[in-house]
């Protein structure tokens, strides 16, 4: 059990550099656990930072070969026992640090305690989350007992009450390690199903399978949508980090080996998303607080795909209409919300352009795959009809942050499908000239099945 929670560790927080430990109980009245440090009979006392309710103080406690774990001698095991002062009324709102030398360490607990914390007292966790970070960074966080006594009124004061920016160390995680802080004030997506920050290890190979099953359905829509007289494009809107990679929490390569080995092929019907987005100005196609590409980046998309295409081109829209508003990612950081400002298109450029919404399917059940919407505008720039199987980048298109938006006001008729796959009896059905299939770097893990 020990040698599968060390390697956990190890997979789980690199960061440790060689210092491992776990919390395996936490009281009111103490935290019991064990570290690995360098090997002795008799370990020097250890220095443990707690953080509580906006306090923090240095803790030096002894160490002892615990019984029953000298088969893990040569691991260099010792169990810790550290009393709390004062007492704590909640377990989740306490923070434990390893000291060594001028370095600080998290000490995680053990995963059935992580589940017993989950979502339990957040405002603590976030608060315990920053001060930390701070620390590891030597970061001088100003006036905590604003958060502090936040947390312990429940009124967030101005910290909520009004809109405030500031700045946070990056490689913060939020509580469920789903986002993460970035710099240039950019939140990024960390883990999920999708393990994104996987995606861009130095080390990660490319799946030769993967990059096969996706050659061949690529190559197959694009024959098949010529039968039916339709055109194909096919496009993979990268992640944030891909477009702005000097902004990530990290250093990393740029797009993940799937996407560069997918854009270096040639493939037919193939539209580089990261190529149009890879400019001077990239920073400003991503929202700061989302994952998707706010009305810039979609605008960006949209005008370089009419160039592909060798469409008409519409002037610039004029980006007119200001609001504040927080993300997907900026919605992890519970109960506190990180928000931005944003910039859109009050119109757009054709002023003659007035789609609508003809008819809209949303599944019982809520779920996003099979959501259908379509568009037909009366006064198009361009007569094409057009198909597109896509995800939430595209969406209803009510709004200018939404590819759909661009692409109803631009062309005849509009129909979205939300679907990894393409499907060819709803091209049989509906004729259109051209035939959009989108996907996201983080989904292209697993090839679409048509």
Same mark, same amino acid.
């Given at each position: 059990?020990?040698?599968?929670?060390?390697?956990?560790?190890?997979?789980?927080?690199?960061?440790?550099?060689?210092?491992?430990?776990?919390?395996?109980?936490?009281?009111?009245?103490?935290?019991?656990?064990?570290?690995?440090?360098?090997?002795?009979?008799?370990?020097?006392?250890?220095?443990?930072?707690?953080?509580?309710?906006?306090?923090?103080?240095?803790?030096?406690?002894?160490?002892?070969?615990?019984?029953?774990?000298?088969?893990?001698?040569?691991?260099?095991?010792?169990?810790?026992?550290?009393?709390?002062?004062?007492?704590?009324?909640?377990?989740?709102?306490?923070?434990?640090?390893?000291?060594?030398?001028?370095?600080?360490?998290? *000490? $995680?607990?053990?995963?059935? +305690? !992580? #589940?017993?914390? /989950?979502?339990?007292?957040?405002?603590?966790?976030?608060?315990?989350?920053?001060?930390?970070?701070?620390?590891?960074?030597?970061?001088?966080?100003?006036?905590?007992?604003?958060?502090?006594?936040?947390?312990?009124?429940?009124?967030?004061?101005?910290?909520?009450?009004?809109?405030?920016?500031?700045?946070?160390?990056?490689?913060?995680?939020?509580?469920?390690?789903?986002?993460?802080?970035?710099?240039?004030?950019?939140?990024?997506?960390?883990?999920?199903?999708?393990?994104?920050?996987?995606?861009?290890?130095?080390?990660?190979?490319?799946?030769?399978?993967?990059?096969?099953?996706?050659?061949?359905?690529?190559?197959?829509?694009?024959?098949?949508?010529?039968?039916?007289?339709?055109?194909?494009?096919?496009?993979?809107?990268?992640?944030?980090?891909?477009? *702005? $990679?000097?902004?990530?929490? +990290? !250093? #990393?390569?740029? /797009?993940?080996?799937?996407?560069?080995?997918?854009?270096?092929?040639?493939?037919?019907?193939?539209?580089?998303?990261?190529?149009?987005?890879?400019?001077?100005?990239?920073?400003?196609?991503?929202?700061?607080?989302?994952?998707?590409?706010?009305?810039?980046?979609?605008?960006?998309?949209?005008?370089?795909?009419?160039?592909?295409?060798?469409?008409?081109?519409?002037?610039?829209?004029?980006?007119?209409?200001?609001?504040?508003?927080?993300?997907?990612?900026?919605?992890?950081?519970?109960?506190?919300?990180?928000?931005?400002?944003?910039?859109?298109?009050?119109?757009?450029?054709?002023?003659?352009?007035?789609?609508?919404?003809?008819?809209?399917?949303?599944?019982?059940?809520?779920?996003?795959?099979?959501?259908?919407?379509?568009?037909?505008?009366?006064?198009?720039?361009?007569?094409?009809?057009?198909?597109?199987?896509?995800?939430?980048?595209?969406?209803?298109?009510?709004?200018?942050?939404?590819?759909?938006?661009?692409?109803?006001?631009?062309?005849?008729?509009?129909?979205?499908?939300?679907?990894?796959?393409?499907?060819?009896?709803?091209?049989?059905?509906?004729?259109?000239?051209?035939?959009?299939?989108?996907?996201?770097?983080?989904?292209?893990?697993?090839?679409?099945?048509?």
């Amino acid at each position: 059990m020990l040698r599968k929670l060390l390697n956990r560790l190890s997979k789980r927080a690199p960061e440790f550099k060689g210092i491992h430990g776990i919390i395996e109980r936490c009281t009111r009245k103490q935290v019991m656990g064990w570290l690995v440090t360098s090997p002795c009979d008799n370990p020097e006392p250890q220095n443990f930072i707690v953080m509580y309710q906006g306090k923090n103080w240095v803790e030096r406690v002894e160490l002892w070969h615990r019984p029953g774990l000298s088969d893990y001698k040569k691991d260099n095991l010792y169990g810790f026992r550290l009393f709390l002062k004062p007492r704590l009324r909640d377990t989740a709102e306490a923070s434990v640090l390893y000291c060594l030398g001028r370095d600080f360490y998290t *000490i $995680p607990s053990m995963p059935e +305690r !992580e #589940i017993e914390l /989950a979502g339990v007292k957040s405002e603590a966790h976030f608060y315990n989350l920053v001060f930390a970070n701070a620390l590891l960074q030597n970061i001088s966080i100003q006036q905590p007992e604003l958060i502090a006594e936040s947390l312990k009124t429940g009124k967030h004061h101005e910290l909520s009450d009004s809109v405030s920016e500031f700045l946070l160390p990056a490689g913060i995680k939020s509580h469920y390690e789903t986002a993460i802080t970035g710099k240039d004030g950019h939140l990024f997506l960390y883990g999920g199903s999708n393990k994104v920050d996987k995606l861009f290890d130095h080390d990660a190979q490319l799946n030769e399978d993967l990059a096969e099953k996706w050659r061949a359905i690529i190559a197959k829509r694009f024959t098949q949508l010529e039968q039916y007289d339709c055109q194909l494009l096919q496009m993979v809107i990268p992640e944030k980090q891909s477009v *702005i $990679p000097g902004s990530y929490y +990290r !250093e #990393i390569n740029g /797009a993940s080996p799937l996407l560069r080995h997918l854009e270096a092929q040639q493939l037919p019907g193939w539209f580089s998303v990261l190529e149009a987005l890879s400019d001077d100005v990239s920073k400003d196609y991503f929202f700061k607080t989302d994952s998707h590409l706010n009305s810039h980046g979609c605008w960006r998309v949209f005008e370089a795909i009419l160039e592909h295409l060798e469409l008409a081109p519409v002037s610039q829209p004029e980006f007119n209409r200001l609001r504040t508003m927080c993300g997907d990612l900026g919605k992890k950081f519970a109960p506190y919300k990180l928000s931005e400002h944003d910039v859109s298109p009050s119109r757009f450029p054709v002023t003659s352009s007035k789609p609508e919404l003809v008819t809209s399917f949303i599944p019982p059940d809520k779920r996003h795959i099979g959501r259908t919407y379509h568009w037909r505008n009366n006064i198009p720039v361009s007569e094409k009809r057009v198909l597109v199987f896509g995800n939430s980048f595209f969406e209803k298109g009510i709004n200018a942050h939404q590819l759909t938006w661009w692409f109803a006001h631009y062309f005849a008729e509009v129909i979205f499908i939300w679907s990894p796959d393409m499907n060819i009896g709803m091209v049989k059905k509906h004729k259109p000239d051209l035939v959009i299939c989108q996907s996201i770097e983080r989904f292209a893990r697993l090839a679409p099945s048509y």
